[in-house]
């Protein structure tokens, strides 16, 4: 005679305690994504402030170079006088700093009455903008190109 095997039937699927776990568990990773998640939006507007500031102060920084250029080709020798007088006008905005500078043997910056260095700061919330205009053109030189 033929012995016929026999099948052991094993339900399928998962035990209720599994599936509480997994709950469990998955209702923790999910609260601590959501505070993360949450923090992120929030702050995320500082960034567009920040970039925002950072365009508009690259937009003033372009201003005054195109005046320093058209200030250099029409009297060279009182360009950088001119810049801070349009500054001191306004016509630039305000917080920008401007200050003739100079440098020594050793590289190092330093600040002097008037000179041929005219140090341009425009503040920003990100970073600010700097740039150093400097009077080493002579009359007689070709014009500037903007």
Do not use: C
């Not at 500082?46 to 970039?51: F, Q, S, Y």
């Not at 005046?67 to 001191?88: K, S």
């Not at 700093?97 to 260095?117: I, K, P, T």
């Amino acid at each position: 005679m033929k012995v016929l095997p026999v099948k052991i039937h094993r339900q399928q699927g998962f035990t209720l305690v599994e599936i509480i776990i997994t709950l469990v568990v998955s209702g923790i990773l999910g609260a601590i994504f959501i505070n993360l998640l949450g923090t992120a939006l929030n702050d995320s507007w500082n960034t567009v402030e920040r970039v925002r500031d950072e365009v508009d102060a690259v937009g003033v920084m372009e201003k005054i170079i195109a005046d320093y250029v058209t200030e250099m080709n029409a009297n060279p020798a009182g360009a950088l006088a001119q810049i801070i007088t349009y500054n001191g006008a306004g016509d630039y905005g305000t917080g920008i700093s401007m200050q003739y500078v100079e440098f020594d043997a050793g590289g190092n910056l330093y600040a002097v009455g008037s000179g041929n260095n005219l140090l341009v700061t425009i503040p920003s919330s990100g970073k600010n903008i700097i740039n150093l205009l400097t009077n080493s053109r002579a009359a007689s030189d070709p014009e500037i190109r903007y």
